[in-house]
């Protein structure tokens, strides 16, 4: 028995370590736009799916408010993680696969990963 916590107590201790990186404190907006290219019509319909079906649990800006913060976050998370969690959902964030199409889907991508960065310089 006490050799069986013995053998446990590194595990435990990485998954203390864990928990406390788990606190992502990352200053993502900092970093920046990703480096795709969209064009200017992408980036319209971009913002107008934004602001209708994610700025009210995301903040405007992406800076977040009942969701977490997404603007500069398309460097900590790629595309294709992205979109998948957009499509499907997680935990209290709604999926849009069914409710937006895979245009309106793309635009909302090239909003968060670039578009947040461009309305800022306006
Ligand atoms: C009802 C509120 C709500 C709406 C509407 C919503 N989200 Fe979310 N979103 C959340 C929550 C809550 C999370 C955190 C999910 C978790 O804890 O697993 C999240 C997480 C995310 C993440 C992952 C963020 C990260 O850093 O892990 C992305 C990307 C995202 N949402 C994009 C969107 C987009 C794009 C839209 C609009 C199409 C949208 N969300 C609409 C509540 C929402």
């Avoid at 998370?77 to 937006?100: H, V, W």
Wanted: glycine share 10%.
């Amino acid at each position: 028995m006490r050799s069986t916590l013995f053998r446990l107590t590194p595990a435990l201790l990485a998954l203390a370590l864990c928990c406390a990186a788990c606190i992502d404190r990352t200053d993502w907006a900092s970093k920046g736009p990703t480096e795709e290219d969209y064009s200017q019509q992408v980036m319209v319909l971009g913002a107008d799916v934004y602001r209708d079906s994610c700025a009210a649990c995301h903040g405007s800006d992406g800076s977040g408010s009942f969701g977490p913060a997404l603007i500069g976050k398309g460097h900590k998370y790629s595309y294709e993680e992205q979109r998948r969690l957009i499509e499907r959902g997680r935990r209290s964030m709604p999926g849009f696969g069914a409710g937006l199409s895979e245009e309106e889907i793309e635009a909302v991508l090239a909003h968060i990963r670039v578009g947040f960065f461009a309305a800022r310089n306006n």
